[in-house]
């Protein structure tokens, strides 16, 4: 079953509008999970990680008074893309690692937003 | 350059083929290496993980020459359902940060 799950799916909104998707981590705690956005036909990239209890940190370029991340637990990281345009649309997925060296990374099952 | 690099494909191959697919990378601190696999529209899911020099599951084996800075994946006797993109991925920043590739589209056909 899923370790992380993603919601919604899949979401359409209209531009100006604000939409938020939540990540859990099921049957663990985690104090970091990570946001990705993937356009068609290229690879995933690190929007900003989601520090339990504290301030994202967000790559080069990424706003973040745009992209709002609350990681407001140890199981439930949020991220709101506020006044969406169409050229914020795109596959979003969050992912989140257990506790301990190298273990691998599990993703939720993301997010495609389409902003019309 | 790209921390974490692969040939974008596709890569056709008939059923039952072998094929193999390089990935090169920058930081010679990265820890650790994951081989995920994409479908098309959905979320990456784990293949292999790559630790010391090699793993090997069934017809899936991958290896790490940590002196050539590469990784390489190695599918035997293609399945239809192996179609799908591979992504190499590099865990780096004291173990806190994943580096993905741009990923090989793998197309195996009848």
């Known amino acids: 079953g899923a370790v992380v799950s993603q919601h919604p799916s899949r979401v359409i909104c209209k531009s100006g509008t604000s939409v938020k998707i939540e990540c859990r981590s099921l049957?663990?705690?985690?104090?970091?999970m990570f946001w990705y956005r993937q356009f068609p036909k290229q690879s995933l990239m690190l929007m900003a990680t989601s520090n339990e209890g504290s301030k994202a940190t967000y790559e080069q370029g990424v706003e973040k008074d745009k992209f709002l991340i609350n990681h407001a637990s140890l199981t439930l990281s949020t991220l709101t893309v506020t006044s969406a345009h169409p050229e914020d649309s795109s596959f979003y997925i969050c992912s989140a690692r257990r506790e301990g060296i190298n273990t691998e990374a599990f993703f939720g099952q993301g997010t495609r937003l389409t902003v019309v | 350059r790209k921390e974490v690099e692969q040939d974008p494909g596709p890569f056709n191959v008939p059923e039952g083929a072998t094929v193999a697919f390089n990935c090169t990378y920058s930081?010679?601190?990265?820890?650790?290496f994951f081989w995920y696999r994409q479908d098309c529209r959905k979320e990456p899911k784990l293949l292999m993980s790559?630790?010391?020099s090699g793993n090997e599951d069934g017809r899936f084996t991958a290896q790490l020459n940590r002196a050539s800075q590469y990784i390489s994946l190695l599918i035997r006797d293609s399945k239809l359902s192996d179609s799908a993109t591979y992504l190499c991925?590099?865990?780096?920043?004291?173990?806190?940060?994943?580096?993905f590739g741009t990923g090989t589209q793998l197309k195996v056909e009848l």
């Open positions: 049957d663990f705690q985690a104090t970091t």
């Open positions: 930081n010679s601190a990265s820890q650790s």
């Open positions: 991925v590099g865990l780096t920043g004291g173990g806190n940060k994943l580096t």
């Open positions: 790559v630790y010391s």
